[in-house]
């Protein structure tokens, strides 16, 4: 079974700073795919950023960007220039099989403050 | 935005009572999961379809059914509700299994469920 790893339930980070986000996942699968969901107060959960396993090139979305190293099985998420808007929950998430089943991590609360 | 609606957003109920909660897509989209979102665990999959009347289990199934009888809806049932299911439950979508593009799950608003 799929497992995915979120160690740090809670980080704080100055407005217009960087912060990385830690993820790890355990799974015996080649062929994967990797995510990161945003859930803001308002409860919806907003794709931020996906990764396919088999490509070496990191995924960049503007100010979001990961560090995948799949040897490691890691998949971190860096948000560049803080924003009060990026005062969310993150959620890293594994997906593979047929069925395009999610697996979860318990999420890290990003606070960004002034 | 994805178009999908799930009802209701909020429900109260008791323990004992038969609770069900709606989720409609406007995409056409094959692939609908049913997830429950609590503190310290983060979304786990109760229940998914991969086409009208096929469905399967996942993670934490036990105390729900679901259905399928139109490409448009997917219906999650707690058929004697618990206190154990007081949560928030999200529906999601995804095109099919083919590549990252089709594969990603798009979510609903989510419904806050209280079993008294």
């Known amino acids: 079974a799929q497992t995915v790893t979120q160690s740090q339930p809670e980080m704080s980070v100055q407005e217009a700073e960087t912060v990385t986000l830690s993820c790890t996942y355990d799974?015996?699968?080649?062929?994967?795919?990797l995510f990161w969901y945003k859930q803001p107060p308002s409860r919806q959960m907003i794709l931020v950023i996906r990764?396919?396993?088999?490509?070496?090139q990191n995924a960049t979305e503007n100010r979001f960007s990961v560090n995948f190293q799949k040897a490691a099985k890691s998949f971190s998420l860096k948000i560049s220039d803080s924003q009060l808007g990026d005062t969310a929950m993150y959620f890293c998430a594994f997906l593979t099989g047929t069925a395009s089943k999610l697996t979860f991590g318990t999420g890290t609360r990003l606070q960004v403050t002034l | 935005d994805a178009g999908i609606t799930q009802s209701p957003r909020h429900k109260v109920t008791e323990t004992g009572t038969p609770v069900t909660l709606r989720c409609h897509q406007t995409e056409n989209h094959r692939y609908m999961y049913w997830y429950r979102q609590d503190p310290g665990h983060g979304l786990r999959l109760i229940h998914y379809s991969y086409g009208v009347k096929d469905t399967d289990k996942g993670e934490v199934s036990d105390g729900y059914s679901v259905s399928r009888s139109k490409t448009e809806d997917f219906l999650l049932t707690l058929e004697s509700a618990t206190s154990s299911q007081t949560s928030v439950y999200f529906c999601?979508?995804?095109?099919?299994?083919?590549?990252?593009?089709?594969?990603?799950?798009?979510f609903g608003a989510g419904t806050r469920l209280s079993v008294l």
């Open positions: 999601a979508i995804s095109e099919s299994s083919g590549g990252l593009a089709k594969n990603i799950q798009y």
């Open positions: 990764q396919e396993a088999y490509k070496q």
């Open positions: 799974t015996s699968e080649s062929n994967y795919y």
